[in-house]
Nanobody, 114 residues
Framework: VQLQASGGGLVQPGGSLRLSCAAS????????TSWYRQAPGKQRELVAT???????NYADSVKGRFTISRDNAKNTVYLQMNSLKPEDTAIYYCNRVVGGSYFWGQGTQVTVSS
C-alpha cells in the first residue's frame, strides 16, 4: 500500500483546506485510515480516523471544524478543514492500517497564518 498526501498550503485564520490521501497498491475490504499531524517541537498526534465502513472519530481539538471522509471508488480519504486556527499549523500525515500492518504517506504542510 502506498499513500500520497496532498492539499496542504498557507491559509489565513478562519480559512479552509481539503487534504487528500490517495492510496495505491493492494486493496483490502477492511482498513482504518487516519490523519495525524506533527507541529514543530511536538509529538505526532491523531487528528481523525475513518474505517472502511464509515465509522469516524476526531480529536477534541478539531471536532466541529474538521470532517474526514472517503471515496472508496477512488481509494482516497479526505480531510476537510474549516475554521482553521494558527494552532492547526503542522505537517499532516495520512496513515492506513490493514491486516495489522501500518502504512504512512509523506507529509503535507499546513500553515495557518495571517
Amino acid at each position: 500500500v502506498q499513500l500520497q498526501a496532498s492539499g496542504g498550503g498557507l491559509v489565513q485564520p478562519g480559512g479552509s483546506l481539503r487534504l487528500s490521501c490517495a492510496a495505491s497498491g493492494s486493496r483490502f475490504s477492511i482498513d482504518v485510515t487516519s490523519w495525524y499531524r506533527q507541529a514543530p517541537g511536538k509529538q505526532r498526534e491523531l487528528v481523525a480516523t475513518i474505517t472502511s465502513i464509515g465509522y469516524r472519530n476526531y480529536a477534541d481539538s478539531v471536532k466541529g471544524r474538521f470532517t474526514i471522509s472517503r471515496d472508496n471508488a477512488k481509494n482516497t480519504v479526505y480531510l476537510q478543514m474549516n475554521s482553521l486556527k494558527p494552532e492547526d499549523t503542522a505537517i499532516y500525515y495520512c496513515n492506513r492500517v490493514v491486516g495489522g500492518s501500518y502504512f504512512w504517506g509523506q507529509g503535507t504542510q499546513v500553515t495557518v497564518s495571517s
